[in-house]
């Protein structure tokens, strides 16, 4: 939810600048709000246009600034951003320690984005730059604004032995992994995330099969991964049980027209 400030900060007003192209009369509305009234969620929308080059000049430093002055907005969206400038370089060094202290942060205070991206990083064990996001913005809602629309959510294309650094500050635990996984996967509100939430439960259910971090459930983690296909619409989730149909029945998960089960008959379920 958006925080209204004072009387004289409309947010809607501001947003609806935004949405209509006005960029540089929302930056105005978001700024006074920022420097003025210290409305966190208004720093936050400073911050963003600063990053884009929305209504003022591109300013990588600046947008650095608004986002550590929005670290107080719930969700830990800030955080998450500023983990990625800091795993690119963006308004100053590169600098892997403090983007893995950025990204537990917005885990802990309940991203998914960034519970998502550990999950996956202490799989593999090391830092990865998460190619698809160019950050996270909040206006007029929760969304990821995507580099292309080519790449994968949460992949890489770089060889991560170039550069011994990203191993330095994060190990591959599968234990730690299963933790974040599990953390995303309890999200209740799918409102802006449902993409994310059928990943969630995509990732743990794979995990649980497979027997990351001594734990081995098989049939719990094949009911995730059909709740994934089915509750989320995961189409990933959904080839994924095609392809093990075999075995998640066995397992007493019913795979059988996975491209055909609709939410209308399912959604209820688990």
């Known amino acids: 939810m958006r925080g209204r400030g004072e009387e004289r900060y409309d947010f809607i007003h501001a947003d609806a600048l935004f949405l ?10 978001y700024f006074y709000a920022a420097t003025v009234l210290h409305e966190p969620q208004a720093a936050f929308d400073v911050a963003f246009l600063y ?3 929305y209504g003022v000049p591109r300013n990588a430093k600046m947008a650095r600034d608004f986002f550590h002055a929005a670290l107080a907005l719930d969700g830990g969206v800030a955080a998450f951003n500023l983990a990625l400038l800091d795993l690119r370089g963006i308004g100053g060094a590169v600098d892997f320690e403090s983007a893995a202290r950025w990204m537990r942060r917005a885990a802990a205070e309940d991203c998914i984005d960034a519970q998502l991206y550990l999950g996956l990083a202490h799989t593999m064990g090391y830092l990865f730059d998460p190619l698809d996001i160019e950050c996270i913005s909040m206006i007029p809602y929760r969304r990821i604004i995507s580099r292309s629309t080519g790449s994968l959510l949460y992949g890489h294309n770089f060889d991560p032995s170039a550069d011994a650094r990203r191993y330095e500050v994060l190990e591959a635990d599968g234990e730690a992994a299963v933790e974040m996984f599990r953390s995303a996967a309890k999200h209740k509100d799918a409102t802006y995330i449902e993409k994310q939430l059928g990943d969630a439960n995509l990732m743990l259910g794979q995990a649980l099969i497979e027997g990351m971090g001594d734990e081995y459930d098989p049939a719990k983690g094949f009911r995730l991964i059909r709740r994934a296909a089915i509750k989320h619409g995961l189409e990933d989730a959904a080839g994924y049980l095609t392809a093990h149909r075999e075995k998640a029945l066995a397992y007493g998960v019913d795979a059988d027209k996975i491209g055909q089960l609709g939410k209308d008959e399912y959604g209820k379920e688990e």
Do not use: S
Not at 20 to 29: I, P, T
């Open 51 to 53: 990053h884009m080059g």
């Open 20 to 29: 209509r192209g006005d960029y540089r009369a929302a930056f105005e509305e």
